[in-house]
């Protein structure tokens, strides 16, 4: 209960600092018989991964995980899952000129003050290396949908600075560097990043994210509702400043009659709601967005204080990204996946198995 | 675990429908020698109250809550507080008409295919009435936390419709009927909603929330940071489509240089966080947004469909907000309170107390 | 958290003191569509109930039982259920005797230390009065375990001071004062009851629970074995002392050779174990049993101090159960279907539904 | 939620199977600025060991521990410790002769048919290899409690079948590989063990624990009372089938006058209550038993059955210990220290520090 646990019957419990030994998590309440092997968490990973493109931190990674429990002969036991990464781009650089300073729009000023004594090596537990383990643990709970209900989860950069994507596809995303779905953009992107990476500094970004083939009935009422609980998730990634269901924000300025979307014999007529009715699933597409901050490390200097109260001046060096939306992109439909699976055992116990064979009314064609 | 409680350590679990005999809470978790009696509930109960202008419902309840454990000769004991109010306004109307009806942006059409057996009337456990008890439970928590630390909490409406609050003036929120904070406003705004209510539609609205005099240190590492926990009890209150912190989704477009609050020895020099920092508090003020959606529930006729599948056409017939984000005002505090007050308890469990007449570096004056 | 919860998905939480308001709970997790009405729980409270004989204390208590949510049309909806009891004798006397006083035994002492403040009035929150609600609430998990399974959970003193019974005769439990299954020794146990109240003093019990018609499957790995799950509900039970599992105490003087159960193609020739393997239940019938000690208020005078550390003689006055085991029985039957409820429901998730149609190896015959 | 995690706020979590690649743990909720390096935690692991002395399992296993996080220059940082045992002895045996049978007394047959598919090897997730971690972490508790209070833990055998400990000299019980506290009986066992290794044959033991300088206030009221979490994580070692607190058993037969235990300005007269009232430690030594079945795994030929219900007559062959309580010892030790620091940290959330300075009544002198 000191954070590092996520999931009310999947779930998952990581440790790992940034320049630390490892990174490890223990993933619980995944059912027995699942067939799982390490590459089935390494794909996921590797998208993640520091050091794919030039726009990503420098820093090199295998991140290859190790399966250490709960999976015997190919398949999961139903035991808890016990995971783990080596960090092997530990430098043993000195680390005294930040050891007493807090960084701007870092977590140091607020670990200093809460623990006290904090390991200061690249952020230390606050770094964002630990979302590593969330997309090991979540591409468990991914496979598991897919093969029991047909979810899909798949996530993009919708915007970029101020490079918005005007279409959304999925096949692109997986194409170029940044997870962005519309190539018609991906040039005058590439030239945005370059300027920006010239100029030391970074920017924010917006993730949308969609789940498909989704049953209904996922999501408790009153306080665990399924949009309550992937804000939750959502918001509890690194960097992360804002989370919105469906038409998010834009429902201020709608009238109750442009944003309930009516019902036919044949399927919802629109999808407002981003899949959610309630604060449980409809059969709808599920629809996020979430807002990345820009990367608080950056080459231009700025005012700080050290440990002791005095100003310095700082200027961040080494390796960071430029726009840390980009390689959320995985860490979100890890989470996305994480909640569902969590909802969907959630729901199993009170309720029965989901009845994923009966055709549930979705979107409504044309 | 099936949804209704809230919190780890400070924790509120609730009962009760729309329409059923009572609504119920029980408060855990709460320190012994509070002062505390039902007038310290009472107040926000009757801010949130239905039918207290003819902006709201005009459901009629005069929710009056009875403290019936957990408090003697005036103090809590450090027991568990059961609350409680009746239901007055059940009409014994005729629900036939509803009863295999899913009204569109209703949570009929989920709870049906989740449960198979509901409580229809006027919307069973999915109705905002048990927000009565949320209120109640968060006044207890906005009393130990304004007593123990001085933490103040306050929320308006930001944005009704179109109508933008443009300057905010806490002492006119509780002035007017709409908590709006910008009285220059107030006659347009009232317009406004006379148009919406003669067209028989809705309209979203966003909340605003702040919350000064917070201790630096609460929230915890990577799951349960204070603002995914704000995210989670935000989004889980009725209507809520999104969920900011700071300057939320405007992070996007911003440049690193820009985004960061600079420290100096006097203080931060922004606030563009909102108050956290790597998912614990700062020391400065908490600012959070909610965006509400327009009620379902309005008198243009809409398309939907029976139990059966078969097209009906429906009007919604009855007493219903035109905006559900004006009686959210409330909601929102409370709901900030009881994460404040678990996140307090939580950090004084692994980290003792906070230190609260340590100075604090808040927002830099002038 | 703070203790007045039980349960991971079926969960129990109430509230309510010995002299207060009222008792309630909060039920949640119950699966809809299980007929449900107040005389379903009221069985098993008029069981428990003070005041029934002789051998009981003379409190007068109807514990008439509300269900105020959850259940709609007589069936439960989901959602969760609300309970309450109105307490009806609460003597305006006069307590200054006993507020300053640390009855020996009691919970007087520790309260005070841990709370500084604390309801006297009759132990407050301490009192076994609690319990009222623990029985309500496991006469719903009682229900559906019976309904959905075909579980039976039955309790009775099997030994009262130093009458100990010599045979289990579950129909003669119900048709005595003292919960005995043994007909033969009813009247030493009058003898010995009438001769230990004439004396003002008490004594202690233990009681046996078996339940039969469980599914093999129910509890987890490691820290939730079924078993000590079990030792919690019942250990947390009032003046519960100890808790056994099968053999009990008696493995400890046992061989391996002798203590195993062995299997056959038709069954399992014993059952040592009590119904338990490796934490999860084997299909035999589960077997518990559990101390309780002599009631501490008592009309022998005894030494005791006052909340300034001054020696104090004190006599208990009033209605005091001269053994407390007796209407532990009720209690520890609600204990029982409450854990193996959330077992049930925790077996689900995560495994499916229990197959009840499947033949289980169970006790052999002959 | 599927049973490998343990504690509220003092949390470990923990993996691994009996011949899996390594057993884990992660240790969540430890308060900042403990000092802890890995020799806190070896040697309670040395204690613990398999292959320590001719009368425990011949099985050869080095029990290093590796502390991968949450410790940084030689200091816990307040985040979550993983915590690594790297399997050794994993013969490469053919274990095709236990793949399909059911060994009588073991986790076998319920495992299978809860998960139908099960690591076989050695007992997988059911051996009592995974115990390793709870000693561990069990460390980590010891060594906070005893710098922050003064809480000293200690365990021995009491009983090791017909051998019964008449005196307790704590340290002869770090002297003997018995953990026995009497040495007047050393030779007695000593032959008694001999006799029973060459019969093939296995015996149970009682351990009894007793935790010293507890402050007063450690408990919650009704449903996690310390006695009754303590049940829950004593019950949960693997082989134990009774857990009792203070006099357990025997208050069955006690009168109230003689069991509860009269106050006196200078301390409590007697502890027949084990250290707990009203579920609450009352700062009085706590003292508790546990009693251990027999190792099941013998070379005594016995019945079972395969999966097909097949009968076939089997033999344990291999290592094992003949009295699984011996090396209980370290970790019924480990299951208190839990117990009580989760408590510690739930206390202090909600009713401040601990008052470890003020003089508690205690047993009186004399």
């Known amino acids: ?14 440790f790992g600092e940034s320049h630390g030994i490892a990174l490890g998590a223990i993933v619980d309440g995944v059912p027995p018989g699942l067939a799982l092997t390490e590459a089935d968490l390494q794909g996921d990973l590797d998208r993640r991964r520091p050091g794919s493109s030039r726009y990503t931190t420098a820093r090199r990674e295998a991140d290859q995980v190790k399966i250490l429990s709960g999976v015997f002969e190919g398949k999961t036991t139903g035991t808890s899952i016990g995971l783990l990464i080596e960090n092997q781009d530990q430098r043993s650089k000195d680390y005294s000129d930040i050891a007493e300073l807090f960084r701007p729009g870092h977590a140091d000023y607020t670990y200093h003050h809460k623990y006290g004594h904090r390991d200061y090596r690249g952020g230390g537990r606050s770094s964002a290396r630990e979302t590593a383990m969330r997309v090991a643990a979540g591409a468990i709970a991914k496979k598991y949908l897919a093969q029991v209900c047909g979810v899909e989860i798949r996530a993009c950069v919708s915007q970029l600075g101020p490079v918005v994507a005007s279409q959304y596809d999925w096949k692109q995303v997986e ?74 924000f834009d429902v201020v300025t709608q009238k109750g009659s442009e944003h309930r ?37 950056i080459m231009v200097p700025g005012q700080s204080i050290n440990v002791r109260g005095e100003p310095v001046e700082m200027v961040t060096r080494g390796r960071h990204d430029p726009c840390v939306g980009i390689r959320a992109v995985p860490i979100v439909e890890a989470m996305v996946a994480i909640t569902l699976m969590d909802h969907l055992l959630r729901h199993r116990a009170q309720c029965g198995d989901v009845q994923v064979d009966t055709p549930t009314l979705s979107m409504r064609e044309g």
Chains 1, 2, 3, 4 share one sequence.
């Open 1 to 14: 209960m000191a954070g590092n646990r996520i999931g009310t019957l999947f779930t998952v419990t990581t």
């Open 175 to 248: 194409q170029n560097p940044f997870f962005f779905p519309d190539a018609s953009q991906l040039e005058a992107l590439d030239e945005y990043m370059r300027a920006l990476k010239k100029a030391g500094d970074s920017v924010g970004a917006k993730v949308r994210v969609v789940a498909t083939g989704l049953p209904v009935g996922l999501g408790e009422p009153v306080f665990d509702r399924l949009d309550a609980d992937l804000a939750h998730s959502l918001m509890g990634i690194n960097a992360a400043k804002a989370v919105s269901i469906g038409d998010g």
């Open 261 to 297: 979307d009516e019902l036919y014999p044949d399927g919802f007529a629109s999808n407002h709601a981003g899949g959610v009715l309630g604060g449980i699933s409809s059969g709808q597409p599920l629809q996020a967005e979430v807002a990345f901050k820009p990367t608080s490390s």
